[in-house]
């Protein structure tokens, strides 16, 4: 019995869960962007790093046991193999993903940075010379919270795409998820612009909406070319 409830009925209610995901789902997002022109903190820098804390790049070794410890709340109905391909695409893109480990070496987190054609708000454009990225997928274990985790990775993921050339760093909350959104605030994003998503029989909608400069004086959103409202299927 004490095996029934602990691990069994778990797994059947992730299960149930998902299934329904798949049927009907609704979510709002919070769109937030960082003008990587005024980040000027390299990797370390803002944030000390903890000898108990190892960021490196993702490697196709950590695949596993990323799969293992993804959050459910991103595979939204994705089933596990989904998850893996998900990872895998990314890592042969070669996208710029980082991992955190404790002490023990087990991952505590993770986050990766894509190019703005592999995203799903592709259409948003700050003009030819403002190429953006979109910083997704973070995420910190529930037993590392609280240790600035996130920070430092993220750190790492921003300073890497600020190398490659990118203006903007993209980044889309769920509007629920208040501390890590106030932690990106004070990191320098700003708010931009709702996205919601919808999911009805496995398909998938999304509607973004960047509002006026206003909510973001310093990001350029008129000139034709920063204000969007469009959908995406997929």
């Known amino acids: 019995m004490g095996i029934y409830h602990s691990t069994i009925k778990p797994k059947l209610a992730f299960m149930a869960s998902r299934a329904y995901r798949r049927l009907w789902s609704r979510i709002t997002f919070l769109i937030v962007a960082l003008d990587l022109s005024k980040w000027d903190t390299g990797p370390g820098s803002l944030y000390s790093s903890s000898d108990k804390i190892k960021v490196e790049p993702v490697k196709y070794t950590d695949l596993e046991e990323l799969c293992a410890v993804y959050p459910e709340e991103f595979r939204w109905s994705m089933t596990d193999a989904e ?12 996208a710029s993903g980082f991992v955190a480990r404790g002490e023990d070496g087990s991952i505590l987190g993770a986050e990766w940075g894509i190019d703005s054609q592999q995203s799903q708000m592709h259409k948003i454009s700050f003009g030819e010379s403002s190429p953006w990225c979109e910083i997704v997928n973070g995420f910190v ?43 990106l605030l004070r990191r320098g994003y700003q708010l931009i612009g709702v ?40």
């Not at 998850?83 to 070669?94: A, H, P």
């Not at 509607?207 to 469009?230: D, F, Q, W």
């Open 195 to 234: 996205k919601t998503a919808v999911s009805r029989f496995g398909k998938r909608t999304w509607h973004t909406t960047v509002v006026p400069e206003i909510m973001a004086p310093s990001i350029p959103s008129k000139s034709g070319s920063g204000s969007l409202s469009g959908s995406k299927s997929k």
């Open 83 to 94: 998850v893996r391909r998900s990872i895998k695409q990314r890592l042969d893109s070669n």
């Open 141 to 183: 274990v529930p037993e590392a919270r609280g240790r600035q985790v996130y920070a430092q990775i993220d750190n790492m993921v921003v300073h890497a795409m600020k190398q490659k050339g990118y203006k903007f760093a993209l980044g889309q909350m769920k509007i629920e998820r208040h501390a890590i959104i106030k932690s």
